[in-house]
């Protein structure tokens, strides 16, 4: 079997050769191949490339250089990969951008081996330890939600924006694990450092990134895109070692307060083995920590108050629910999610439609494979279209459409889908899972109790196709919290 197919690359630049375009023209050249975005400043590489396979089918290729890129546009073809051939496609990609930003450290871009899989393990038990998954996390997501109200209270029957409460609360559930402390909204450093990292992944995914990866060199150049995202990673980076740097100086061992105490702990330990845990690693796990929890969480939360504001309907019902289990006063719990299966339904019809990680994060195949019944060879970056997989009119029935009933039975009872894949899939699947599913269900059930949300009556709506940056935040907009 040969490549899956494509359009033919150009010299030199691949297939990205249009990333050079005006965004003018890049736009039009967008919304002619499918939709493109409308309203929204950025182009939808998530909706072109779902485009694309009326062209080319579920699984095609780009080149970037000389780079096979594999889009995998099909459930079945994301599922072949990650799970049914997860020993060859469970790397991630060594190409110049990732290597430059990540040094092959930490866990998101650690490539598949005994280091990923060792700090991973840690990284998950310790999450655990903190309460992940369990109801001793509660209280520390109950105690920022006060905060989270205050703000939204402030504007009275005002519309205001969002984005920077939630962005600052769902930061804080980290920090608050990592730091073993909560920041105040007003903090200048933590806003500053929330608004670098947002920057950061939206450079990251710049389209003039795709030339990092061809010249590599042009990330040193001292002005544009490439010198912005050298300063901003800096910037976190001397926010996150001083963090670090206290901790370590204030160490008690027998107290540890946090993940970075405990990460200090077990590096001690490990000390006389050949052990990957050391002091340069903590620094870039915890930079994934946050890269990877806050974004996504936040934007999941925001989706879902835009949602709610346009669907009233849909907002009525959960009203409605939580009215009959939650009443006025009782506070969410873990341990309430099963009598609330439309709230459930509703987060995730929501995670569905806006499928936050859209293209998830890439993969490398670590050795020639066939997948599909094509050749994938050695070094290909596989990008697997989340995002097209929950629009499939093939999987889902009207996908395009805003409908929760459509997870649960007759008896409204919760369905278990298995194409709805928001975290991926195989052995890389999200490490945050329920990290953010218990944030998602008890943040967005605490804000439902206690407004309404209502998109104000003048302001034109937004484009459903949302800003990309690795994740898929909705484009800007303001909101009405009426409190109940
Ligand atoms: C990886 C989605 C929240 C930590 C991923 C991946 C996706 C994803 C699609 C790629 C998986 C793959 O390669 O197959 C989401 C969504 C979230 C969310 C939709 C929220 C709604 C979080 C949170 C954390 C987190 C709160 C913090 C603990 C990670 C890490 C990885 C990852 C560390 C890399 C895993 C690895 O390479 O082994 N996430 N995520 N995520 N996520 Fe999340």
Same mark, same amino acid.
């Given at each position: 079997?040969?490549?899956?197919?494509?359009?033919?690359?150009?010299?030199?630049?691949?297939?990205?050769?249009?990333?050079?375009?005006?965004?003018?023209?890049?736009?039009?050249?967008?919304?002619?191949?499918?939709?493109?975005?409308?309203?929204?400043?950025?182009?939808?590489?998530?909706?072109?490339?779902?485009?694309?396979?009326?062209?080319?089918?579920?699984?095609?290729?780009?080149?970037?250089?000389?780079?096979?890129?594999?889009?995998?546009?099909?459930?079945?073809?994301?599922?072949?990969?990650?799970?049914?051939?997860?020993?060859?496609?469970?790397?991630?990609?060594?190409?110049?951008?990732?290597?430059?930003?990540?040094?092959?450290?930490?866990?998101?871009?650690?490539?598949?081996?005994?280091?990923?899989?060792?700090?991973?393990?840690?990284?998950?038990?310790?999450?655990?330890?903190?309460?992940?998954?369990?109801?001793?996390?509660?209280?520390?997501?109950?105690?920022?939600?006060?905060?989270?109200?205050?703000?939204?209270?402030?504007?009275?029957?005002?519309?205001?924006?969002?984005?920077?409460?939630?962005?600052?609360?769902?930061?804080?559930?980290?920090?608050?694990?990592?730091? &073993? $402390?909560?920041?105040?909204?007003?903090? +200048?450093?933590?806003?500053? #450092?929330?608004?670098?990292? /947002?920057?950061?992944? %939206?450079?990251?995914?710049?389209?003039?990134?795709?030339?990092?990866?061809?010249?590599?060199?042009?990330?040193?150049?001292?002005?544009?895109?490439?010198?912005?995202?050298?300063?901003?990673?800096?910037?976190?980076?001397?926010?996150?070692?001083?963090?670090?740097?206290?901790?370590?100086?204030?160490?008690?061992?027998?107290?540890?307060?946090?993940?970075?105490?405990?990460?200090?702990?077990?590096?001690?330990?490990?000390?006389?083995?050949?052990?990957?845990?050391?002091?340069?690693?903590?620094?870039?796990?915890?930079?994934?920590?946050?890269?990877?929890?806050?974004?996504?969480?936040?934007?999941?939360?925001?989706?879902?108050?835009?949602?709610?504001?346009?669907?009233?309907?849909?907002?009525?019902?959960?009203?409605?629910?939580?009215?009959?289990?939650? &009443? $006025?006063?009782?506070?969410?719990?873990? +341990?309430?999610?099963?009598? #609330?299966?439309?709230?459930? /339904?509703?987060?995730? %019809?929501?995670?569905?439609?806006?499928?936050?990680?859209?293209?998830?994060?890439?993969?490398?195949?670590?050795?020639?494979?066939?997948?599909?019944?094509?050749?994938?060879?050695?070094?290909?970056?596989?990008?697997?279209?989340?995002?097209?997989?929950?629009?499939?009119?093939?999987?889902?029935?009207?996908?395009?459409?805003?409908?929760?009933?459509?997870?649960?039975?007759?008896?409204?009872?919760?369905?278990?889908?298995?194409?709805?894949?928001?975290?991926?899939?195989?052995?890389?699947?999200?490490?945050?899972?329920?990290?953010?599913?218990?944030?998602?269900?008890?943040?967005?059930?605490?804000?439902?109790?206690?407004?309404?949300?209502?998109?104000?009556?003048?302001?034109?709506?937004?484009?459903?196709?949302?800003?990309?940056?690795?994740?898929?935040?909705?484009?800007?907009?303001?909101?009405?919290?009426?409190?109940?």
């Amino acid at each position: 079997p040969g490549l899956p197919p494509g359009p033919e690359p150009w010299p030199l630049v691949g297939n990205f050769g249009f990333a050079l375009l005006p965004p003018p023209l890049l736009r039009r050249w967008a919304v002619e191949v499918r939709g493109g975005s409308r309203g929204c400043p950025a182009f939808s590489p998530h909706v072109f490339l779902t485009g694309l396979t009326k062209l080319y089918g579920g699984v095609f290729r780009l080149f970037v250089g000389s780079r096979p890129f594999i889009v995998l546009n099909t459930f079945e073809a994301v599922r072949e990969a990650l799970v049914q051939k997860a020993e060859v496609f469970s790397d991630r990609p060594s190409v110049p951008i990732v290597l430059i930003i990540t040094r092959k450290k930490g866990i998101i871009f650690a490539p598949y081996g005994p280091v990923w899989k060792q700090q991973r393990k840690f990284s998950l038990s310790t999450l655990r330890h903190f309460g992940v998954g369990r109801l001793s996390l509660e209280p520390k997501i109950i105690e920022e939600l006060k905060f989270i109200k205050e703000e939204m209270l402030k504007h009275g029957k005002d519309s205001f924006n969002p984005f920077p409460i939630i962005r600052n609360a769902v930061s804080n559930v980290i920090c608050s694990m990592a730091f &073993g $402390r909560r920041f105040n909204y007003e903090d +200048t450093e933590f806003k500053t #450092m929330l608004k670098n990292m /947002a920057r950061a992944l %939206e450079l990251s995914v710049n389209r003039y990134m795709i030339l990092v990866n061809i010249c590599p060199w042009l990330y040193y150049l001292p002005f544009g895109p490439f010198w912005e995202l050298r300063k901003t990673e800096l910037d976190i980076t001397a926010f996150l070692k001083k963090i670090i740097a206290q901790h370590r100086d204030t160490l008690d061992a027998a107290n540890p307060r946090d993940f970075i105490d405990m990460y200090f702990i077990h590096a001690e330990e490990e000390k006389n083995k050949e052990s990957s845990f050391n002091e340069d690693y903590l620094f870039f796990i915890i930079g994934d920590l946050f890269i990877a929890g806050t974004d996504t969480t936040s934007n999941t939360l925001l989706w879902c108050l835009l949602y709610m504001s346009l669907y009233p309907e849909v907002q009525e019902k959960v009203h409605a629910e939580i009215e009959a289990v939650l &009443g $006025r006063d009782k506070v969410p719990s873990l +341990t309430h999610k099963a009598q #609330m299966p439309f709230t459930e /339904a509703t987060i995730m %019809e929501v995670q569905r439609m806006t499928a936050v990680v859209p293209l998830s994060i890439p993969r490398m195949a670590s050795e020639t494979a066939v997948l599909q019944g094509y050749t994938i060879p050695k070094g290909s970056v596989i990008v697997p279209n989340l995002w097209s997989v929950h629009r499939d009119p093939n999987i889902w029935e009207k996908p395009d459409e805003f409908q929760p009933s459509r997870f649960l039975d007759e008896n409204g009872q919760l369905i278990k889908k298995e194409t709805f894949i928001p975290f991926g899939m195989g052995k890389r699947v999200c490490m945050g899972e329920q990290l953010a599913k218990m944030e998602l269900f008890l943040i967005f059930a605490s804000l439902m109790q206690s407004f309404t949300f209502l998109y104000p009556e003048n302001a034109a709506k937004p484009s459903m196709d949302g800003r990309f940056g690795l994740t898929l935040a909705p484009c800007p907009f303001n909101i009405i919290a009426l409190k109940r």
